[in-house]
């Protein structure tokens, strides 16, 4: 089905509003406000990465005020408990005596912000893997459906990691995309100063709905992959695993473990909306690199030597990139070098 220009020009338009709404509150941080709604529009979830002040928060809570979406956030602390992200089922008094009635808990929303989401235990960290992949939660037997969108983002501080819990790689798997928030510039630190030391205040526009996101996630997957470049998107995947036969010998020498099927569907996904904010109707190689990064990060494992040399997973799949080629027969193997 061909992709008409009023789609493409509609969707292009409401992207630049609702990142306009966004900067109005938040200073620089392009790449990480493109990535928050790259994830939007491709149906995905985002965990943001970085030290405490950064505006984490802020951006998400700017993006919930920008679209006409029920928000819920939630305050992860070891003592949260399964049943106070999912609800649970409570006795109530009716006319015909006691009965039990669920009460939803604040997963039961659109746009979810999981604040510190590694500050709590293990069994509250899985109640939220049935309802990032499944868009459902199942208490007592019951099974419930979350109303579309769903959209979960998490922040996490990479330091003071003492009393939190790393999130399991069945969970890291579920986020679309990881982002690193990092500091602002000079002339962006300045400009934070004048936005929030003023007894000035800014108030955003709502400029999203949620049809309005459904209809533009269904134009997104109608965007055209060729095989070739569909190709390229396996053979990126395949050769983060060690010990394969299109692994890098970076990827031999620093991977313990490799990026799993849902990151070339990260890929393929988060090109299609590169694609589309550049007023195209196919993927280019160039849309898979630019996403590369944010999309398989969290799902490759360095193994000790990895951890020893001080490499971090972007440094082994920033080679990864300079060394699969973009064009190459189905059949065909890499030929890398460090």
Do not use: W
């Not at 493409?8 to 306009?20: H, M, S």
């Not at 928000?71 to 006319?95: C, Y």
């Not at 500091?183 to 000035?200: C, H, K, P, Q, W």
């Amino acid at each position: 089905m061909t992709i008409d220009s009023t789609s493409i020009e509609r969707f292009q338009a409401d992207y630049l509003k609702t990142r306009e709404q966004i900067h109005r509150a938040i200073v620089g941080h392009e790449d990480v406000v493109d990535g928050v709604l790259t994830c939007l529009f491709a149906g995905g979830h985002a965990l943001l990465e970085g030290v405490p002040g950064l505006g984490k928060t802020l951006l998400i809570r700017s993006l919930s005020e920008a679209l006409q979406l029920h928000f819920s956030r939630i305050q992860f602390t070891p003592d949260l408990m399964p049943a106070d992200v999912t609800g649970t089922t409570i006795v109530v008094e009716t006319e015909t005596g006691r009965d039990f009635k669920f009460r939803q808990g604040p997963i039961f929303a659109q746009i979810v912000l999981a604040d510190e989401i590694n500050r709590a235990t293990p069994k509250t960290q899985s109640a939220m893997l049935e309802a990032m992949q499944e868009r459902s939660v199942t208490v007592g037997g019951e099974t419930y459906l979350l109303e579309r969108p769903f959209f979960v983002m998490a922040t996490q501080n990479p330091i003071e990691q003492e009393g939190t819990y790393p999130l399991p790689e069945a969970q890291l798997d579920r986020f679309f995309f990881k982002l690193h928030v990092g500091y602002s510039t000079r002339e962006e630190l300045g400009e934070i100063l004048d936005r929030t030391t003023s007894d000035s205040s800014v108030e955003l526009e709502k400029v999203l709905d949620a049809a309005t996101i459904l209809e533009h996630q269904k134009l997104v997957r109608r965007v055209s992959v060729s095989d070739a470049v569909q190709d390229y998107a396996v053979r990126l995947v395949m050769a983060t695993h060690p010990g394969s036969d299109l692994s890098t010998p970076q990827v031999n020498t620093y991977l313990r473990f490799g990026a799993s099927p849902r990151a070339a569907q990260t890929l393929i996904l988060a090109a299609k909306v590169v694609a589309l904010r550049a007023g195209r109707v196919s993927v280019e190689p160039a849309d898979i690199q630019s996403v590369l990064l944010p999309a398989m990060r969290h799902r490759c494992l360095l193994n000790f030597e990895g951890e020893a040399e001080g490499l971090a997973t972007d440094d082994v799949l920033q080679n990864l990139m300079d060394t699969v080629p973009a064009n190459a027969a189905l059949t065909g193997s890499t030929q890398g070098t460090n």
